[in-house]
């Protein structure tokens, strides 16, 4: 059984930094790109990083470039998000998703994702 | 970036109902637009992928259809387990993965 376990979200100070992880288990976690997926409370969802099944390739949505890193860890079937200069509007549910299709970003599309993993920006 | 404009944003219907949600992109994309189904609370799951792709263990009364710049979503009966929000999300090359505002399907 596929499976996506977020972790790593809490309460952080506007300008802080924290590290999300996405453990992956019951598939061939280095075989697959990933991503993850945001969304703010009562609000709609948005994308925000993928990265390759070897790590090679990343990608960010345009809004985000520069304040977040994508990375995993294939000997840990592990995804990190690490999120930097925090700011309130960051604030939500970070999910992390598999990617399904078979090409790098074009076509791509979520099979499977995790449950989810609240982070909070506040003062 | 492509933008998607989804509507509506708010459905009423009843259970039996046949239902129909509709995307439209910026730019042409092809098929390759994907629906997510949401629950409260809950995380999204794919219903249908490359513009029309079933995803497996996804009832048969959901379907997508469309290529292009415009694209739809089908429930042909409505059931009282979809009752959810959808939301629609491009995938093309140029600018992938932006996603629709969402349809929240509610009862009537």
């Known amino acids: 059984e596929v499976q996506l376990v977020e972790s790593g979200g809490r309460l952080v100070q506007p300008g802080g930094s924290l590290r999300l992880s996405c453990a992956a288990s019951?598939?061939?976690?280095?075989?697959?790109?990933m991503h993850w997926v945001r969304q703010a409370p009562g609000k709609g969802l948005e994308y925000v990083s993928a990265?390759?099944?070897?790590?090679?390739?990343?990608y960010y949505a345009n809004s985000l470039k520069g304040r977040f890193t994508i990375s995993r860890d294939n000997s840990k079937n592990t995804l990190y998000l690490q999120l930097n200069n925090l700011r309130t509007e960051d604030m939500a549910v970070y999910y992390c998703?598999?990617?399904?299709?078979?090409?790098?970003?074009?076509?791509?599309?979520?099979?499977?994702w995790g449950q989810g993993t609240l982070v909070t920006v506040s003062s | 970036d492509i933008q998607v404009t989804q509507s509506p944003s708010f459905l009423s219907a009843s259970v039996g109902d046949r239902v129909t949600i509709t995307c439209r992109t910026s730019?042409?994309?092809?098929?390759?637009l994907n629906w997510y189904q949401q629950k409260p609370g809950k995380a999204p799951n794919l219903l249908i992928y490359?513009?029309?792709s079933l995803q497996s263990g996804v009832p048969s009364r959901f379907s997508g259809s469309g290529s292009g710049t415009d694209f739809t979503l089908t429930i042909s009966s409505l059931q009282p387990e979809d009752f959810a929000t959808y939301y629609c999300?491009?995938?093309?090359?140029?600018?992938?993965?932006?996603f629709g505002g969402g349809t929240k399907v509610e009862i009537k």
């Open positions: 490359s513009g029309s």
């Open positions: 990265i390759s099944s070897n790590g090679g390739n990343t």
């Open positions: 019951g598939f061939t976690f280095s075989a697959y790109s």
């Open positions: 998703a598999r990617g399904g299709g078979v090409r790098w970003l074009a076509t791509d599309y979520f099979d499977y």
């Open positions: 999300q491009q995938s093309y090359i140029d600018s992938p993965f932006t």
């Open positions: 730019q042409a994309i092809s098929i390759y």
